[in-house]
């Protein structure tokens, strides 16, 4: 463990130490409540814009009859077997110890198939990296298309009103990235409530206009989403690509399972959500049956134009920053994750509760999403236009889910091939046209996310390669335990009172900071803990998960457990492990030592120079360990090296 090389990860657990399961508390109603708010909010705000794309000019398709029937059965379905069947009923079952999410689901399957035989990464921890990478395309475009189509809303009300919606849904967008920094803990509460609200609303509006034209319910019937297809042939595919706008939320359901549990999402949506989101989606297509008008912007349409309009303008503003927040949210946890299992370099990580260890604030993606969101609302300036630029990265994240699972289920859980594979093909029946059809979009807005994931894999790849070849840079040149310690006594002029904590990366060879500091320096305190911090593939391990070994003439060496979803606090981890194996250490004057390493970047590493020169900047860029680690910067001492990788 040192500054350029964070806390390395080890599916390992402590021998005979079972992993500590993350347990949603809490009652029924009061985690559905909750789930409402935080779990529901993206796919939940869908009606604003999905029905519209679907049924844009841009198809080519005039939105006849037969074709508004075909599009809300292919809507209906989609969230029956994409949402209810793939994620509900399957996906929602692999869960790492209580907590969902696509890092979560690489845990579950074999060592052999995460790390390839040359220690190298394996296959499937390359799928969920470009899975992970896609995910933050996705926090990228939901806030701005979600605010943007609710603020549409006011040139709806009135024309006059068109110049605000830029302003304005920029000034929503800021607002909601600065309060990001005081945590969700103060207005969660309100999250569960306001959604409440919102799905009663959009439900009763449907249901009213449903009741006026009954016979949109025929669209429950798939026969009208294959006779889509079938007149209208290679066009009726493409319009996949905005009937996957009605389900983009499904993958936020898994991510977010830990927080509250399978049991109340699935209730929360069988019971109120999918009602809710069916209603308005017939209710905007008996509308649009019976009013042109109601084609131009169908959902605020189910209202009088003037105050009904302005009402359901400050609801959806209101739903749409809540189903942005759990986007952003997700993005600091899933950078939480990468960090922790070494996939992204250490960022700034703020715990903005002391009760719910899941909600924290990186305040560099913060911005960084922030900035995105701004530059993409002046860049496409309608959400219609920003609707081209989703859809690729959330159909593509949803096929290597798919294709992870099935990894999962057969060679974790043990399932025959064949029930393995009809659950894998019924899955990419549907992700893989979604994914398909979206790629027609790429040149319209589709490369945004797909840039912005390439440099994210870039970046994950790059640094989780460069710490191997760190680590084993390290090890080759690290001489063995037994050697150093009989050599020891000829290289020191004494040993100073106190203890000096050395920090390790998790091998049994000497660290390269004590090797230096003994050479140098000469001198070497009394007490010698080496410390390494090794993070599982485990969401949450005990705070004694951790084992000492003394290896003789004042040395020891401590190593400390932590789950992928843990902080990590070595001042109070060692506080632990000296009252628990005496280990006679004052921490108030102990001091640290850390190596810094300069990379040098030249050809004559395994990296190559321009690899080495990204590791390098982002090692340069990195947040000091110090940090990561809660470590008193004032006891710390760095020892600087340089080397070529």
């Known amino acids: 463990m040192s500054d350029a090389a964070p806390t390395p990860p080890t599916p390992a657990l402590p021998e005979n130490k079972p992993a500590l399961?993350?347990?949603?508390?809490?009652?029924?109603?009061?985690?559905?409540?909750?789930?409402?708010?935080?779990?529901?909010?993206?796919?939940?705000?869908?009606p604003l814009y999905t029905l519209h794309e679907c049924t844009s000019a841009e198809h080519g398709l005039p939105p006849t009859p037969g074709d508004i029937l075909g599009v809300l059965s292919l809507i209906f379905?989609?969230?029956?077997?994409?949402?209810?069947?793939?994620?509900?009923?399957?996906?929602?079952?692999?869960?790492?110890?209580?907590?969902?999410?696509?890092?979560?689901?690489?845990?579950?399957?074999?060592?052999?198939?995460?790390?390839?035989?040359?220690?190298?990464?394996?296959?499937?921890?390359?799928?969920?990296?470009?899975?992970?990478?896609?995910?933050?395309?996705?926090?990228?475009?939901?806030?701005?298309?979600?605010v943007l189509s609710a603020m549409e809303g006011l040139e709806v009300a009135t024309p006059a009103l068109k110049p605000l919606v830029i302003p304005a849904t920029c000034l929503v967008l800021f607002g909601l990235f600065a309060i990001q920094r005081r945590g969700t803990g103060g207005v969660g509460a309100l999250f569960g409530p306001v959604m409440v609200v919102w799905f009663f609303t959009i439900g009763g509006l449907g249901a009213y206009h449903l009741a006026a034209h009954p016979a949109v319910l025929a669209a429950l019937n798939p026969i009208h989403g294959v006779r889509f297809f079938l007149i209208h042939g290679g066009k009726g595919f493409l319009v996949l690509g905005s009937v996957v706008l009605a389900v983009t939320g499904g993958e936020a359901l898994y991510a977010d399972m830990g927080h509250f549990g399978s049991r109340p999402i699935r209730v929360a949506w069988l019971a109120l959500v999918m009602p809710a989101l069916v209603?308005?989606?017939?209710?905007?297509?008996?509308?649009?049956?019976?009013?042109?008008?109601?084609?131009?912007?169908?959902?605020?349409?189910?209202?009088?134009?003037?105050?009904?309009?302005?009402?359901?303008?400050?609801?959806?503003?209101?739903?749409?920053?809540i189903a942005s927040q759990a986007l952003i949210s997700g993005a600091f946890s899933l950078t939480h994750q990468a960090v922790q299992l070494g996939f992204f370099p250490r960022v700034t990580v703020k715990h903005t509760s002391r009760d719910a260890e899941g909600q924290i604030y990186v305040p560099e993606i913060n911005w960084a999403l922030a900035i995105a969101c701004v530059a993409l609302v002046i860049a496409f300036k309608e959400s219609s236009r920003l609707a081209?630029?989703?859809?690729?990265?959330?159909?593509?994240?949803?096929?290597?889910?798919?294709?992870?699972?099935?990894?999962?289920?057969?060679?974790?859980?043990?399932?025959?091939?064949?029930?393995?594979?009809?659950?894998?093909?019924?899955?990419?029946?549907?992700?893989?046209?979604?994914?398909?059809?979206?790629?027609?979009?790429?040149?319209?807005?589709?490369y945004v996310p797909v840039l912005a994931g390439a440099v994210i894999f870039v970046i994950m790849i790059n640094w989780k390669t460069g710490r191997r070849i760190y680590r084993e840079h390290v090890a080759a040149h690290a001489p063995p335990f037994d050697t150093f310690l009989a050599e020891l006594d000829g290289k020191l002029c004494a040993r100073t009172p106190g203890s000096g904590i050395f920090l390790a990366t998790p091998f049994e060879g000497v660290p390269s900071v004590l090797v230096q500091h003994v050479e140098r320096l000469h001198v070497l305190p009394q007490t010698v803990l080496l410390l390494t911090v090794v993070v599982s593939h485990q969401p949450y391990e005990d705070d004694d998960a951790m084992g000492l070994?003394?290896?003789g003439k004042g040395f020891h060496r401590l190593t400390i457990h932590r789950g992928f979803m843990d902080a990590t606090d070595v001042p109070h981890s060692l506080a632990l492990a000296i009252a628990r194996f005496d280990l006679g250490i004052d921490l108030k004057t102990a001091t640290y030592y850390l190596s810094r390493e300069t990379f040098l970047a030249t050809s004559a590493g395994k990296m190559g120079a321009i690899s080495e020169s990204l590791f390098a900047f982002l090692a340069r860029n990195a947040k000091p360990a110090t940090s990561q680690f809660g470590i008193p910067p004032m006891q710390v001492v760095e020892i600087g090296s340089q080397i070529d990788l």
Not at 21 to 46: E, Q, W
Not at 411 to 439: C, E, H, M, Q, R
Request: charged letters at 10%.
């Open 388 to 446: 081209a630029a989703y859809g690729i990265a959330v159909t593509g994240t949803m096929a290597i889910t798919s294709i992870v699972y099935f990894e999962v289920t057969r060679t974790t859980w043990k399932w025959p091939i064949g029930k393995s594979l009809a659950l894998l093909v019924l899955f990419l029946s549907f992700d893989l046209p979604f994914f398909g059809a979206n790629l027609f979009k790429f040149v319209d807005g589709g």
């Open 279 to 321: 209603l308005c989606y017939f209710g905007q297509g008996a509308l649009m049956l019976s009013s042109d008008a109601a084609k131009e912007s169908p959902f605020f349409a189910m209202v009088p134009a003037g105050p009904w309009t302005y009402a359901l303008v400050v609801l959806s503003t209101m739903a749409t920053v």
């Open 21 to 46: 399961a993350h347990v949603a508390h809490g009652s029924l109603g009061v985690l559905s409540l909750g789930a409402l708010g935080i779990v529901f909010g993206d796919i939940g705000t869908s």
């Open 549 to 551: 070994e003394t290896l």
């Open 77 to 146: 379905w989609s969230l029956t077997m994409v949402v209810t069947v793939k994620y509900l009923t399957f996906i929602m079952r692999a869960d790492n110890h209580g907590e969902g999410g696509i890092f979560a689901l690489l845990a579950l399957i074999p060592e052999r198939m995460r790390t390839a035989s040359s220690g190298k990464i394996g296959a499937m921890a390359v799928l969920v990296i470009i899975g992970a990478a896609l995910l933050y395309g996705d926090g990228m475009i939901t806030p701005a298309i979600s």
